[in-house]
C-alpha cells in the first residue's frame, strides 16, 4: 500500500515484432568501405541499431494502424483531411493549416514566398534542411542560440533558448529584411535542447514589437512542452496540451514534420494565420505538393497522424520518452564518455571534439567516430559537425560550431537492453578513440552534401 517504484517503465508492450540481422565485423568492414563510408550509403539490413535518425522511423500503435483502415482516398475533402485539420488545430489553432508530404516540403514552400536576396532568417539554430531552403532562396540562415547553446558541457536548463538581446539588436537595424523569424524546438542541431516559454513568450514580444512574422519549426513540440512542465516554475500543473497551446497563440504560422513527435512515417504541414500568404502557399502546394486537402499525403498517412498527434502529448509516453533518452545519456556521462549536457529530448549527441581533439576539424572527427561505431558495434549514428555545416555558401570550408554525433532514438522502438548494449559499444569506441584517424571527402554533391558524399580514410 502507498509503494513508490523509482523505475519508469515502457506504457506500451509489444504487439508486432521486425527481426534484427545480425553481422560480423568482417561484413560490417566491407559494408562501410562499399557505401563510401558514409553512413547515408549503408544497407538498413546491414545495421543493428539504427540511430540515424528519429525521423520516420517511430513505431505506430495499435490506434495508428487502425486509423489507417479509416484513410480515405477521395482526390478532394476526405474525411480522413478533416480528421487532420482538426487534429493539427486542436493543439496550433493556425488559421490555414496546408499539408505537405514532409518538414522540408513545407519549408520549400515558405521560402520560395517569403525569402529571397538580401534577406535575413533568424533562427535559434537552423536544421540543415532549413538552412538549406533558407539558402536555396538567396536568404542568409542566421543561427541566434544563447552563448551557453554552443557549449556541449555547459549546463542550462533551456539551452535551445534564442539570444533575445541579438534578435532585438538584429530587428532593430534590419526588421525590414527579415520576412520571419523562426523558433526550432526543440532545437535539433543544438543538441536536441528545448526552448523556455519564457523565451518563447520573449521572441514573439519582440517580433510582434517589430512587426515582423514568428514562425515555429514545431516538429519536436511535445517533448519540448514535457521539459517546460518539467523544468519551468509554475508549468507542472499544467497539461502538455494546454502549454502547446499556448505555445501555438505566441507564433503566427509553423513549419512541422510529422515525422517526429507525431508519429508519422511521412507527413509535415505548414500553417499560419495570414490570408495572403497562405493563398500564395496554397498556389505552389498544388505546383509542388498537391490538392489542398492532402497535400502530398495518402488519406491513411493523414489518419495515423491525426491519431499520433493524440498519443504524442500523453505524459505518460513523455515521461518514458525523455527518461528513457536521459538513461542512454547518463550511463554514458558515467563512463566518461563527453556528451551534449543536459541530455536532450530526442537524441544524446557525442562530443567527438572532446573525444578525437587529435583529428582537425577539416578530417572530420564526428564522421570517424560514427564509422567506428558501426564498424565495432553495428549502430548507426549521424555526424552533426563541419561535415554537415563545414561548407560555406560562398564555397569556402570552415569548422563547425561543435563536432557531434547524434544517436538518435526512435520513439518506442527499442528495448532498454537495445540501449544497454548500445551503451557498451559507444564506451568501447570511446576507450579506443585516440587510434582513430581523419577522413577525406572524395566525392561532393552540391547541396546537403552529408547525404551523398563519399570519403577516404586517412593514414593514422
Ligand atoms: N526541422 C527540424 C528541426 C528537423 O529536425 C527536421 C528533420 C526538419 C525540419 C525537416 O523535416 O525530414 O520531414 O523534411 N530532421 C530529421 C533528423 C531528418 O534526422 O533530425 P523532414
Known amino acids: 500500500m502507498g509503494h513508490s517504484f523509482r523505475t519508469i517503465i515502457e506504457p506500451f508492450r509489444i504487439h508486432s515484432v521486425e527481426p534484427l540481422r545480425m553481422t560480423t565485423a568482417e561484413d560490417r568492414s566491407a559494408a562501410i568501405e562499399q557505401s563510401g563510408f558514409n553512413l547515408f550509403n549503408l544497407h538498413a539490413e546491414d545495421v543493428l541499431i539504427d540511430l540515424l535518425t528519429d525521423s520516420g522511423t517511430g513505431a505506430m500503435s495499435r490506434d495508428q494502424w487502425a486509423a489507417i483502415q479509416h484513410g480515405d482516398e477521395s482526390y478532394a475533402g476526405s474525411p480522413s483531411w478533416f480528421r487532420f485539420e482538426a487534429a493539427v488545430k486542436d493543439l496550433f489553432p493556425f488559421e490555414h493549416i496546408i499539408p505537405t508530404h514532409q518538414g522540408r516540403a513545407a519549408e520549400k514552400i515558405l521560402f520560395t514566398v517569403v525569402g529571397g536576396a538580401d534577406k535575413i532568417v533568424p533562427n535559434n539554430t537552423h536544421f540543415d534542411t532549413t538552412r538549406a531552403n533558407v539558402e536555396a532562396s538567396g536568404a542568409e540562415a542566421r543561427d541566434l542560440v544563447i552563448s551557453e547553446g554552443h557549449d556541449a558541457a555547459t549546463i542550462h536548463p533551456f539551452k535551445g533558448n534564442m539570444d533575445l538581446d541579438a534578435l532585438d539588436a538584429l530587428l532593430a537595424e534590419r526588421a525590414s529584411d527579415v520576412p520571419v523569424v523562426f523558433l526550432t524546438i526543440t532545437n535539433n542541431s543544438g543538441g536536441g535542447q528545448p526552448v523556455s516559454l519564457a523565451n518563447i513568450r520573449g521572441v514573439s514580444e519582440i517580433c510582434r514589437r517589430y512587426g515582423v512574422p514568428f514562425f515555429l519549426d514545431a516538429c519536436r513540440f ?5 521539459f517546460i512542465h518539467e523544468r519551468e516554475a ?59 486537402t492532402y497535400g502530398g499525403l495518402a488519406g491513411r498517412d493523414l489518419e495515423a497522424i491525426a491519431q499520433g498527434l493524440k498519443e504524442a502529448v500523453h505524459p505518460d509516453y513523455l515521461r518514458y520518452r525523455i527518461r528513457s533518452t536521459a538513461y542512454l545519456g547518463d550511463a554514458l556521462d558515467a563512463a566518461g564518455v563527453p556528451v551534449v549536457k543536459p541530455i536532450g529530448g530526442h537524441a544524446v549527441y557525442l562530443d567527438a571534439k572532446a573525444l578525437l581533439g587529435h583529428v582537425p576539424a577539416l578530417e572530420y572527427p564526428g564522421q570517424s567516430l560514427a564509422i567506428a561505431l558501426y564498424k565495432v558495434g553495428g549502430i548507426r549514428s549521424c555526424e552533426i559537425g563541419t561535415v554537415m555545416f563545414g561548407r560555406q555558401p560562398d564555397g569556402s570550408e570552415k569548422p563547425a560550431a561543435m563536432e557531434l554525433v547524434r544517436l538518435a532514438i526512435p520513439r518506442r522502438t527499442y528495448t532498454q537492453s537495445h540501449i544497454d548494449y548500445v551503451i557498451e559499444v559507444v564506451t568501447a569506441v570511446a576507450n579506443d578513440a585516440a587510434a582513430l584517424s581523419g577522413y577525406r571527402m572524395v566525392h561532393e554533391p552540391a547541396a546537403l552534401r552529408h547525404f551523398t558524399a563519399r570519403y577516404e580514410p586517412l593514414a593514422s
Open 234 to 292: 509554475g508549468q507542472g500543473d499544467r497539461t502538455i496540451a494546454d502549454i502547446v497551446r499556448e505555445i501555438a497563440s505566441l507564433a503566427d504560422g509553423m513549419t512541422m514534420s510529422a515525422k517526429k513527435d507525431p508519429f508519422g512515417n511521412i507527413g509535415g504541414w505548414l500553417a499560419m494565420n495570414d490570408d495572403a500568404l497562405a493563398e500564395n502557399c496554397r498556389n505552389i502546394l498544388i505546383l509542388t505538393e498537391g490538392f489542398p
Open 222 to 226: 511535445a517533448e519540448n512542452a514535457w
